[in-house]
């Protein structure tokens, strides 16, 4: 800010000078805190992306330049979606006041039990690469985190164990029961369809369906803010003003459109693309043709997945009883919300995405290991928390979590970029963790 | 001045609960008669939030029967309660605070559209329409109740418990946190109230009060009835005696509790 002590100073013989220039802050600062109230932005959810940038910018010039590449950013997407995915089921955990420490051990049981299905019991029954194999063993994998999640949010709700216990003692019995299943072989190589959903080349939609989806989206964000005027119409709210509504419509859609831009400057590589013209038969020079990937499927489930929890999260009932609890489960309790089974269902839900995320984790590595997914839970719980999830619960975003989650990514891949060693690694990410729940609560109360 | 003697809406019968050692309510019973306000007096700790509560289904009684309308009510948890049309105003307010005032109002049984989502839109117009009778200043729509006043929250407790046409009103203190216009706000919708044929149980220290709004007071001591009486057979002092010493003066019908001259 321009309000500097040496203006201040020389005030004092032109008095004029001081009140006219605190004048023009003081109407700028008004005109900034009307530009919110309008837009209806939340301040805080803007600070992240601002943080994020800034990371990123920073990464760029450290690493001369090799961070904001096509190539950087799409891998980073794609590595982040499996966490991501688990983050938006541990907001609502989280905003129960409930905690889960359990999810990498669930994640990689259920892909453990995935893999040996699609490769060791599927191909018995049907035959190998029957095009239902990818569904059956997705379909198992989600049922089957549900179920461990249901015994979870049992015993949790119904039997009131504490849930930081029982998923304490989750993550060592799922982690075992994963070692079990196959005595610690590594299940490889998977079903070549089910493969897709963890990206590559193949698992990409490519450049057209890329700004198909690009296009829709930006109808979407146009509809839902359409329908928010005519609901509030409905009863004669005051509205947003138009050019509000139309500044949130034109950045949301840039900010889509341009992660698309991005994902469709990423090329093939060059063995692919010979490949790709080998089997097509094509009479062309591997350096002229120009193959992108667009969105990463991975990246698209994970999007979908964000959508539909944030959907739930404040279109549902349950959504509401979730956030009702977080603040007063007595309130909840007595308002007639059936507690016990609202936050069993939490823990479905959080089983469910585990099963979604151990399906994207195994298809991008082809293989399911013993390990897949240790220490998973420190990243999702701290992708939620940094996200702006409150421990004390109540209060957290599924959009906020995601965006955790890319921050953390982002910090990960920068640093293997710039060649940090893993324990600096770890330090790093411990520190920052601690720094953002600081700002946070900082944050928080001056907002009171 | 009781509009219906004939019928009674509730009837608690030799209710006690105990926590640990504690006999928070001890054998009491209490009724009351379709538009009617009983007020339950006592001292601080007698066991009046208790007996209320295990009417409105927050605590499970050890003993005792509850009739609503005359039959055997199972009443064991607050869905069980409202179901009955039974609503209660928590002396703590019990209030989600993490969600805004339409939420409140609305909590459990919300508003939804034709697909199954929230009608936010619509839960805010009725709660701007229940909180524009309670209290005409109240703007702060969409803050989480957390951010609002202690009588602004309680505004929007009462709120709540009179949006979904009670036939019962359990109200505990629910003036304590209130400025004097609104308390005289809350005096005038318990008429209200009451002229519509609704039956009020009032929890209050105010005797003042509690002689211009009850028909009758039912006084609590150490968990245990000292006795009920109509306001216009007692005077203010017979009651402070009541709720003091226990002593139930002649005019009063006498409980368990009452001490023996
Ligand atoms: N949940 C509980 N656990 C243990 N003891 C309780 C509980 N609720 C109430 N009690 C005890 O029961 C007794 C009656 O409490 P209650 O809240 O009913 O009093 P009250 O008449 O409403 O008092 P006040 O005028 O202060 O609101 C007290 O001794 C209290 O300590
Ligand atoms: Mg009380």
Same mark, same amino acid.
């Given at each position: ?9 020389? +005030? ?9 220039s ?10 900034t805190?009307?530009?919110?109230r309008?837009t ?29 590449? /096509?190539r ?5 997407s ?13 907001v609502?955990?989280?905003v129960?006041? %409930? ?29 190998r690469?029957?095009?239902?194999i ?22 949790i ?31 490889s ?9 963890g ?12 700004w ?20 509030r119409?409905?009863? %004669? ?20 459109? +341009?992660?698309?831009?991005?994902? @469709? ?16 038969n ?5 350096? !002229? ?26 279109r ?27 936050t ?20 991008r590595l @082809? ?6 997914g ?20 109540g209060?957290?975003?599924?959009a906020g ?21 893993s /324990?600096?690694? @770890? ?16 944050y ?5 | ?22 006999h ?10 379709k ?9 601080n ?25 005359? !039959? ?25 605070d ?16 034709a ?8 839960? !805010?117009?009725?709660?701007r ?7 005409p ?10 951010a609002?006043? +202690? ?33 005289a706000?809350?005096g ?14 009032l929890?209050s ?14 006084v609590?001591? @150490?968990?245990?009835?000292? +006795? ?5 057979s ?5 009651v402070l ?8 003066p002649?005019?009063a ?9």
């Open positions: 800010m321009a309000d500097n002590p040496k203006e201040e100073v020389a +005030g004092n013989s032109d008095g004029g000078l001081v009140a006219r605190f004048g023009v802050i003081e109407h700028g600062l008004q005109a805190a009307r530009f919110f309008a209806e932005i939340d301040t805080r959810m803007l600070g992240m992306l601002g943080a994020l940038i800034l990371i990123w910018v920073a990464f760029h010039f450290v690493s001369d330049g090799r961070f904001l590449t /096509p950087n950013l799409w891998n980073l794609v590595q982040t979606a499996s966490v991501a995915v688990m983050a938006t089921g541990m609502l955990v989280i129960t006041r %409930n905690i889960d420490l359990s999810v990498g051990s669930v994640l990689g049981f259920v892909a453990m039990i995935m893999a040996v299905v699609q490769v060791e019991w599927l191909p018995e029954l049907l035959n690469n029957h095009p239902a990818w569904v059956i063993a997705l379909t198992v994998g989600i049922a089957l985190g549900a179920m461990i999640g249901a015994l979870h949010g049992f015993i709700a119904y039997m009131g164990v504490p849930a930081f216990i029982v998923t304490l003692g989750g993550l060592l019995v799922w982690r075992g029961a994963a070692w079990w299943v196959t005595s610690g072989r590594t299940v190589p998977l079903d070549s369809t089910f493969r897709l959903m990206g590559g080349p193949n698992g990409a939609i490519g450049a057209f369906w890329s198909v989806v690009g296009g829709l989206a930006c109808l979407l964000v146009l509809l839902l803010i359409l329908n928010a005027r005519r609901q119409k409905r009863f %004669n709210f005051p509205l947003r003003p138009v050019w509000a509504e139309l500044f949130l419509v034109s950045t949301v859609c840039a900010t889509v459109l +341009g992660a698309v831009a991005v994902a @469709n400057s990423y090329p093939w590589p060059a063995g692919i693309v010979k490949r790709y013209i080998k089997n097509n094509l009479n062309v020079e591997p350096s !002229e043709l120009f193959i992108a990937h667009g969105i990463a499927i991975p990246v698209l489930i994970a999007v979908c997945v964000g959508i539909v929890m944030t959907f739930v999260a404040k549902t009932r349950f959504g509401r009883y979730v956030y009702a609890m977080g603040g007063n489960p007595e309130a909840a309790e007595l308002a007639g919300i059936n507690t016990k089974w609202v069993t269902k939490i823990f479905i839900t959080m089983g469910m995405l585990c099963g979604i995320a151990g399906t994207i984790s195994t298809a @082809n293989a399911a290991t013993n390990a897949q240790t220490l998973d839970e420190l990243l999702v719980i701290a992708a939620a928390v940094i996200g702006g999830t409150s421990l004390s619960g209060v957290g975003t599924i979590a995601m965006l955790g989650a890319v921050v953390m990514q982002s910090l990960f891949s920068g640093m293997l970029l710039l060649g940090v060693d /324990p600096l690694q @770890n330090i790093v990410a411990g520190v920052v963790l601690v720094l953002a729940v600081w700002l946070d609560g900082i928080r109360r001056r907002q009171g | 001045m009781r509009k219906n003697s004939t019928e009674k809406v509730i009837e608690l019968e030799n209710i006690s609960i105990s926590f640990g050692g504690i928070a309510v001890d054998d009491a019973s209490v009724d009351l008669h538009g009617e306000v009983v007020a339950l007096l006592g001292h700790g007698a066991g009046k939030s208790t007996l209320v509560k295990i009417l409105s289904g927050a605590y499970k009684r050890d003993a005792g029967d509850i009739r609503v309308r005359g !039959e055997l009510a199972n009443i064991s948890n607050p869905r069980d309660a409202k179901a009955y049309g039974i609503e209660t105003i928590y002396q703590t307010l019990a209030l989600a993490n969600v805004d005032t339409a939420a409140n109002l609305f909590l459990g049984r919300e508003l939804r559209t697909w199954g989502t929230l009608d936010d839109v619509a839960m !805010e117009a009725a709660a329409e229940v909180m524009g009778r309670l209290n200043r109240f703007q702060r729509f969409k803050e989480p109740v957390k609002l006043s +202690g009588g602004q929250r309680q505004s929007v407790a009462i709120a709540r418990a009179i949006q979904f046409n009670a036939q019962i009103l359990i109200m505990d203190e629910p003036t304590a946190a209130l400025g004097p216009e609104e308390t706000q809350v005038e919708l318990i008429k209200q109230l009451k002229y519509e044929g609704i039956s009020i149980f929890v220290h105010d005797i003042e009060d509690v002689f211009d709004l009850a028909d009758r007071v039912a609590m001591k @150490n968990g245990q009835m000292v +006795g009920s009486a109509d306001v216009g007692v005077t203010k002092d017979e005696g009541m709720i003091i010493l226990g002593k139930c002649p005019a019908q006498k409980g368990p509790g009452a001490v023996n001259q």
